[in-house]
């Protein structure tokens, strides 16, 4: 049965002339074992959301993935399918990609993404269990890593989280072959991986990687340990092939036509490309329906359940009715009372309206509670053992965070929310654009939105961040005005449900700026918050902490006999969605002026070749937030300036 992946990794790369066979090679027994006799799967049901999760973390190595789609049945990874690999519009892509097949639990090829997103699925089993109870939700998260994901940074964060939550439903298995693209691991890893994970918390073992009846005891033995389990796999990568193949296979690179034949010679595999004989193939579809009384079971349970229809709306991403009342409650009162807040408390206050509403949401901060504001009074926080919470302390790894919550939102039944400062969004970026690709819904509270944090100086002013985020496709990045745009970004952020959001916010306080509340006028992603008193001679476009200097500067041209008008652009994302008409009437064919306290990357794209730029143009300064402003020209005073220098 493991030949059946080898052969068929071999000639899928051998197709495609491109592609990596020795993983899939090395791994084949080890794979074999589990998904024949320990992974809790329906091949009929691939979504059915009790089975057990399967992260291939080797993402390179996505042949031995789609081989075991295939071969236990899985419908929409056909023969065809494998001879299209790594085409366009085939499932069986360059590396894993969620949403390709139903069968792919997460994307994965950046090394250490799957294992640390991983992380974030088997919390999200722990804590689903803790509320919907184990009749409903009772599996494990499997993960098949190399020595690469354990080199890489994102892998120690994770596994010092799993290992700090107890989190025993975590099995890694590692691909342990002591090679790496540019050969020996010896060259650039000394470390002992089982010392390192026992460090953490983890249980580990080292078996023979070929041999099934050792792989077999030992799985067994992870499903009965009270901690997260490292099983180190010794194997022989390209295993069955030539030691010529074998290397070739290690560096990534086909095998070649002789070698292919030299390897399946090897192993005794007498068939042609891509034959599978049918009674081998016959033995895997039964390990592909091995879950099904299982699963036939869990749903008499779940129909009987008291708490089906609240699972079922969970599961599938659904909000609760009359989620969005608190916040509309919370809005209509600061149009009223217009407070003069730090975004940052404005988000808090958001987060006491909407996390008591809506059950999923689960918060956390990379240990930055204090200054992120994502805490809910009375929300308690998960602790080691103990997953009836739904606040996460992650910890300072920002890395670990993402990717985790990643894994949260991939599992279903949660909706992950958390925070650090804007200028660490360089640290949680992979994962935020993986978040992105998938279009999966995770928000990242990001405070601390520029100069105006004031004396923590350049290494925390993030005036490049804001336009390194709007470029990553899918990824809606919000920076509110006050308090009630707040408010209106995080329901639409809550509200989004394929893809995930940022929400740049302030440390210092601002001035309400507005008294409507009616309709959530930053669901445009722009709009007119002060039109010209006649036609406009200029107008002032900002976000955030600008648009109240950007309205400071109209009432002085006002009063100079200067038609101005003020757009607030909370979300460039969703403007650019608004069709051209709408955003011309918005934006106007006046002189543009564009001011923000960051780069003006990516500002001419609504400022045009004639518009005017008030930011900055490099790195910050230390200094009180109110000097910082007027030393870099960011007032109202400069605006005002540069607007009658243009009109003459």
């Known amino acids: 049965m493991a030949d059946a992946i080898r052969a068929l990794a071999i000639d899928a790369v051998e197709q495609a002339k491109s592609g990596h066979p020795g993983m899939p090679m090395g791994m084949a027994d080890v794979a074999t074992v589990l998904f024949t006799r320990f992974l809790k799967y329906d091949a009929a049901d691939p979504r059915w959301p009790d089975r057990d999760r399967f992260v ?31 085409q366009l ?78 989190l025993d439903r975590l099995c890694v298995l590692y ?3 002591n090679i790496s693209i540019d050969g020996d691991t010896s060259i650039s890893l000394s470390d002992d991986a089982l010392k390192r994970f026992q460090a953490y918390g983890w249980a580990t073992r080292r078996v023979d990687g070929h041999d099934h009846e050792q792989v077999a005891a030992a799985m067994a033995w992870a499903m009965r340990s009270r901690k997260p389990t490292l099983i180190a ?76 229809a609240e699972f079922d709306r969970a599961m599938a991403g659904r909000l609760p009715e009359a989620w969005h009342e608190p916040l509309a409650a919370l809005r209509a009162r600061q149009a ?75 599992h279903g039944g949660i909706i992950p929310y958390s925070g650090t400062f804007l200028v660490f969004a360089d640290y949680l970026r992979p994962s935020l654009r993986l978040a992105a690709l998938m279009r999966q819904r995770v928000i990242h509270v990001l405070t601390h939105d520029s100069i105006g944090l004031g004396e923590d100086g350049p290494t925390h002013q993030p005036v490049e961040t804001l336009a390194s985020l709007r470029v990553i496709p899918n990824l809606c990045v919000f920076r509110p005005a006050d308090a009630l745009e707040t408010a209106e970004c995080w329901e639409l952020a809550v509200k989004r449900a394929d893809g995930p959001s940022v929400l740049a916010l302030t440390r210092q306080n601002l001035p309400a700026l507005r008294t409507d509340s009616g309709e959530n006028r930053s669901s445009r992603g722009g709009y007119v918050l002060a039109e010209a008193s006649g036609e406009r001679r200029a107008t002032l476009i900002a976000t955030g902490s600008e648009v109240s200097l950007a309205m400071a500067a109209r009432a002085t041209l006002e009063a100079e006999g200067i038609p101005t008008a003020v757009v ?67 007032t109202a005073e400069a605006t005002v300036a540069a607007v009658k220098k243009r009109l003459g």
């Open 56 to 86: 291939l973390s080797a993402g390179h190595g996505s042949m031995l993935l789609y081989a075991l789609l295939h071969l236990t049945g899985q419908a929409g990874m056909g023969i065809e399918d494998l001879k299209k690999f790594r």
């Open 89 to 166: 519009h085939s499932p069986a892509a360059g590396h894993p990609e969620f949403g390709e097949h139903p069968g792919i639990e997460t994307t994965t090829g950046p090394l250490g993404q799957g294992i640390a997103t991983a992380v974030g699925m088997a919390l999200a089993e722990r804590m689903l269990a803790a509320r919907f109870g184990k009749s409903l939700v009772d599996h494990r998260t499997w993960v098949i890593a190399s020595d690469g994901d354990l080199m890489e940074g994102i892998s120690h964060e994770a596994a010092s989280l799993a290992g700090h939550l107890q």
């Open 175 to 177: 691909d342990d072959n």
């Open 233 to 308: 796999c010794r194997t022989i990568i390209g295993f069955a092939a030539p030691t010529k193949a074998g290397t070739a296979a290690s560096h990534g690179s086909p095998l070649g036509a002789q070698e292919a034949a030299a390897a399946k010679a090897a192993m005794g595999w007498n068939h042609g490309p891509f034959e599978v004989p049918e009674g081998l193939k016959e033995r895997w579809e039964a390990a592909g329906r091995r879950g099904a009384g299982t699963r036939r079971s869990w749903l008499k349970r779940l129909a009987n359940h008291p708490m089906q």
């Open 336 to 410: 009223e009372d217009k407070p003069k807040i730090a975004t940052r408390i404005a988000s808090q206050r958001a987060l006491e309206a909407l996390v008591p509403a809506v059950p999923e949401m689960v918060g956390g901060s990379a240990d930055l509670t204090g200054s992120n504001n994502t805490n809910v009074k009375g929300i308690p926080a998960v602790s080691p053992g103990n997953y009836a919470g739904r606040y996460v302390h992650y910890g300072v790894r920002e890395h670990g965070m993402a990717a985790a919550m990643n894994g949260m939102a991939l």
């Open 568 to 634: 607030s652009l909370p979300c460039w994302e969703l403007f650019a969605l608004q069709d051209e008409l709408y955003r011309s009437q918005v934006l106007g064919s006046a002189l543009r002026v564009g001011i923000e306290a960051a780069l003006p990357f990516g500002w001419d794209r609504w400022l045009g070749p004639e518009g005017i730029f008030i930011g900055m143009q490099g790195f910050g300064a230390s200094a009180p937030a109110e000097e910082l402003f007027r030393h870099f020209g960011i």
